[in-house]
């Protein structure tokens, strides 16, 4: 089995593990929508980022199915995991370190893809995903957020 397809079905392994022992703070319906939501959301940036502009490369040039498999899994996981653990009820501090942490987690997670060749770089550099997570990650909790909101406000509940 190729180094890079081993890496990414132990990283979805213990991703799902994570995901489906962390205590949850969502309802099952808001998991489901909110990891569709960020799943296909990573999809269409990893389609024109890797695709269109071949900035990088998952697994091998073009559609791989096992590194389409792995995507859905490490994105719909790891956004279970962001929500369920972010501390809603904490002091701004406590979610700017949050997502700063979370966000170091990523860059740690993201180099050991590409010491695998999971990821191979052309013109993308690891700074870049640096600076692009913490806004990743917000964007994660803005959407649930206004997911809540939308429920809230819906006449079919």
């Known amino acids: 089995m190729e180094p890079q397809l081993t890496f990414m079905i132990v990283a979805c392994l213990v991703l799902i593990t994570i ?3 962390i205590p949850k703070k969502m309802k099952w319906y808001e998991i489901y929508t909110t990891a569709v939501f960020m799943t ?3 999809l269409i940036v990893d389609t024109v980022l890797a695709v269109k502009y071949k900035f990088y490369v998952l697994d091998q040039e073009g559609v791989q199915i096992p590194a389409l498999i792995g995507q ?3 994105y719909s996981s790891s956004t279970i995991i962001i ?3 972010f501390p809603y009820h904490k002091s701004k501090k ?3 370190i949050y997502v700063i942490c979370f966000s170091i987690l990523s860059i740690i997670f993201e ?3 590409v010491q695998f060749g999971f990821i191979k770089y052309n013109e993308w550099r690891i700074w870049y995903s640096a600076l692009c997570y913490p806004f990743i990650i917000s964007f994660v909790i803005l959407h649930f957020r206004f997911f809540k909101w939308l429920v809230k406000r819906s006449i079919w509940k």
Do not use: V
């Open 19 to 21: 995901a489906y022992f």
């Open 83 to 85: 929500l369920n653990a």
């Open 40 to 42: 296909l959301f990573g």
């Open 94 to 96: 406590s979610k700017l």
């Open 111 to 113: 180099f050991i893809a």
């Open 72 to 74: 859905i899994l490490l």
